[in-house]
């Protein structure tokens, strides 16, 4: 990470790695910080108001949710993926992680990856520190935020975060694999180990099949189905 101060090798991982670094080029941007602070019982204000709703309402128009919940499961969903991919990433390539401080991340709630987040300064950690940097900076903060404003379970919440952590190992295997780079897997997956046992993240998935144990509620979108790891063999109520 020293030597690739912009990260730019995690673009080799998929977009969905990328991480933009330094201050966004075309306008002035809420840190996460501020997002996950934000508290506003008008959720229609625009995205500077409340990111965090702002998101949950955008996904919920892109993907005609039947009710906040749903909305709430799948931008949450989105957005765990994005920071466990980035930190894990990070963590297997260059056996550090990047410090994600919310206060160093913009966030502009309106865009798509890789254009979404920003870190406004790069400082490497220990990669062990992962857990602290993503849950406790990210999750634990995220979830509160949402819970706070909509009906979503944390239960779920912890299962979409233990899903999310479980997709990005498999594209970080996948890619180590197809690369001859045996240590980067390796590395994704004894941090993924570490991370699975703690007491947030232990018992969201079964230890054999890794299906979750919780529903990200996809099924209830209109035309959804069940994910890869859905808890359920087919959608609740149907035959």
């Known amino acids: 990470?020293?030597?690739?101060?912009?990260?730019?090798?995690?673009?080799?991982?998929?977009?969905?790695?990328?991480?933009?670094?330094?201050?966004?080029?075309?306008?002035?941007?809420?840190?996460?910080?501020e997002a996950y602070a934000a508290r506003d019982a008008q959720t229609d204000r625009e995205v500077y108001e409340n990111p965090v709703i702002f998101r949950v309402q955008k996904v919920a128009r892109s993907v005609r949710a039947p009710e906040p919940r749903v909305a709430a499961s799948i931008a949450h969903l989105g957005f765990a993926a994005r920071l466990w991919s980035v930190a894990l990433g990070a963590a297997a390539l260059y056996d550090r992680v990047p410090d994600l401080d919310p206060r160093l991340m913009r966030w502009d709630a309106d865009a798509s990856a890789p254009d979404e987040l920003w870190l406004t300064e790069v400082r490497g950690l220990p990669a062990e520190r992962i857990g602290e940097v993503v849950r406790d900076a990210h999750l634990v903060p995220l979830a509160a935020a949402l819970r706070a404003q909509l009906p979503v379970s944390a239960r779920l919440l912890?299962?979409?975060?233990?899903?999310?952590?479980?997709?990005?190992?498999?594209?970080?295997?996948?890619?180590?694999?197809?690369?001859?780079?045996?240590?980067?897997?390796?590395?994704?997956?004894?941090?993924?180990?570490?991370?699975?046992?703690?007491?947030?993240l232990a018992g969201t998935l079964d230890e054999v099949t890794c299906r979750r144990r919780s529903c990200c509620l996809y099924y209830r979108l209109p035309g959804g189905g069940l994910c890869g790891d859905c808890c359920f063999d087919r959608p609740p109520g149907r035959t």
């Open 1 to 33: 990470m020293d030597r690739d101060p912009g990260l730019t090798a995690l673009s080799a991982l998929g977009g969905f790695f990328v991480l933009r670094t330094g201050e966004p080029p075309h306008r002035p941007l809420p840190t996460l910080a």
């Open 158 to 200: 912890w299962g979409n975060a233990a899903s999310a952590l479980m997709g990005a190992v498999r594209q970080i295997d996948r890619w180590a694999l197809a690369n001859g780079r045996a240590e980067v897997g390796n590395r994704a997956r004894s941090l993924a180990t570490g991370l699975f046992a703690h007491p947030d």
